[in-house]
């Protein structure tokens, strides 16, 4: 059973960080790329962040980045999204997305956890 279980969202207030992990299983980690979307209300979901599963590199929005980092725990079976410098304009429910590196209509998502950044 594919499972991807998000976990460390919450209330922050601006300029604050936050740590959200992405812990999955029940398939082949490593085949995967990892990434992070968000949607915010009455807004589409957007792409955020994606580590890519050779390792070969990431890739950012531009509204984020120097500001957020993606990384990846094999290992572990765990993606990871530090966001620093946190904005009002990211709150959003924050999703965690794998995608076959090969089979690109492998794809599953996670249940979302909210970010709300306020003071």
């Known amino acids: 059973q594919v499972q991807l279980v998000e976990s460390g969202g919450g209330l922050v207030q601006p300029g604050g960080s936050l740590r959200l992990s992405c812990a999955a299983s029940?398939?082949?980690?490593?085949?995967?790329?990892m990434s992070w979307y968000r949607q915010a209300p009455g807004k589409e979901r957007e792409l955020v962040a994606t580590f890519s599963s050779p390792g070969t590199g990431t890739n950012y929005a531009d509204s984020v980045k120097g500001r957020f980092t993606i990384s990846r725990d094999n290992a572990k079976n765990t993606a990871y999204l530090q966001m620093n410098s946190l904005k009002p304009d990211d709150t959003a429910v924050y999703y965690c997305?794998?995608?076959?590196?090969?089979?690109?209509?492998?794809?599953?998502w996670g249940q979302g956890t909210q970010v709300t950044v306020s003071s």
């Open positions: 997305n794998a995608k076959h590196w090969t089979f690109s209509n492998l794809v599953y």
């Open positions: 029940g398939f082949t980690f490593s085949n995967y790329d």
